[in-house]
């Protein structure tokens, strides 16, 4: 089946199959964009990267979560790019040189409050 939706192309089949349940398949497209398929009502539903990652923790094996989204664990890491104004990063810098800690040490503080 093929849909566009806002612009976005959701076909079954030339879309990777993600995973699969009795009324659903989820899978993604050549622009890496998520769909269900409903089986019932032949119909096809898009979703955003969360919505994917969320349904197919709940609906599917693990395996099949794990080959699309992994296993990270909170200690699994994973890396940012910014763009910062240059005064920002002048002063991440200029903090990180007072507590001795790595920028990214500051901002995972920052971030779970700590």
């Known amino acids: 089946m093929k849909k566009i939706i806002k612009g976005s192309v959701y076909n079954t089949e030339t879309a990777h199959k993600v995973g699969c349940n009795d009324l659903y398949a989820l899978y993604k ?18 979703l ?10 709940k609906y599917t094996p693990s395996e099949e979560y794990n080959a699309e ?7 699994t890491k994973d890396t940012l790019m ?10 991440l810098e200029c903090v990180s040189s007072q507590q001795s800690k790595s920028i990214s040490q500051i901002i995972i503080e920052m971030v779970n409050n700590k």
């Open 82 to 91: 910014l763009s910062l104004p240059i005064e920002t990063k002048r002063k």
């Open 29 to 46: 497209n050549k622009a890496r964009k998520y769909f269900l398929y409903d089986k019932s009502h032949n119909e096809i539903i898009s």
């Open 48 to 57: 955003t990267w969360e919505e994917a990652k969320v349904w197919t923790e």
């Open 69 to 75: 989204f992994g296993t990270a664990d909170k200690n």
